[in-house]
């Protein structure tokens, strides 16, 4: 019997660290990271046969410069994230790792990531990641206690993975790989406002200053997101304009790139959390559906 609960005691041990390693990889924002990364490689490549190993190599190199980079976040908010309701039970803040610990399986998981990536890739993807975990966890992380302009800085790594797809399966950045990263890139803005809009309170608490216009959830605040969502609709368009992916693709951007836009006016009627929470998990749909449209639509060159 007592074998049993010292197995049984080890079990849940094991699974609570895996556990917390995850939460400290921000495992689901690592695999939507991923998701963006293969589907800038899937519509770059042009082999003959697909190049599989550059695949692999980009998502998991990817997913784990990602992981490092959130794990670098949580490292230098782990004060603040104590303040905030949405973050308080981060492993860091439960002293559930070790900041020794956290320190020591970052570097490792940045290091395999960047071996992966150089290995797997090529040198100007392993640059571009490098520069993009630089970025998110020393540029981004420290702004957003200054102002709104960590959003603008946030946005270039935040764009990165569909370029890195890209120059993974190309080597080269063209100007089709310049319009995926612009897709996402203006995505960003109304992404990451709409967030700052619905967690504010939380926000404050930890001294972040996310929101433009001053900070307030206002008219103002309002319609610089929907400006941004506005830009959505030709860009989504580009692809098609220029000969990347076919006219369905398009049509499925634009009617996308509508509903997200209707979504705004709301805001802009009520400047609500109601509405604001919309416009959040709007731009969670929009991003996905109109890759993976672009996927089915890629035209062979």
Known sequence: MRTVEVTDHSNSFILGRIKAYSELLKFRLSALVTFSAVFGYILGDRGVSFGWSGFLGLALGGFLISGASGAANEIMERDLDKLMKRTQNRPLPLNIIS???????????????????????????????????????????????????????????????????????????????????GIQFIWQFPHFWAIAWVSDED?????????????????????????????????????????????????VATVCGVLFLAQTFSLMRDCSRKSALKIMFGSFLYLPIVQIAYLLDKIPQ
């Open 203 to 251: 926000y404050k608490a930890a001294g972040f200053k996310l929101l433009p216009s001053g900070g307030g959830k206002d008219l103002n605040t309002a319609v610089q997101i929907m400006i941004y969502t506005l830009f959505l609709l030709p860009l989504g368009l580009l692809p098609s304009y220029f000969g990347l992916t076919g006219l369905n693709s398009g049509i």
């Open 99 to 181: 900041l020794q610990e956290a320190y020591w399986f970052t570097a490792l998981v940045a290091f395999l990531g960047i071996g992966l990536l150089w290995i797997f890739t090529n040198p100007l993807t392993t640059g571009l990641g490098i520069l993009s975990m630089v970025l998110y966890a020393f540029v981004y992380t420290p702004l957003k206690r200054v102002g709104p302009i960590a959003v603008f800085v946030g946005a270039i790594p935040g764009a990165m993975p569909p370029l890195l797809g890209w120059t993974a399966a190309t080597g080269s950045i063209s100007y089709e790989a310049l319009i995926i990263f």
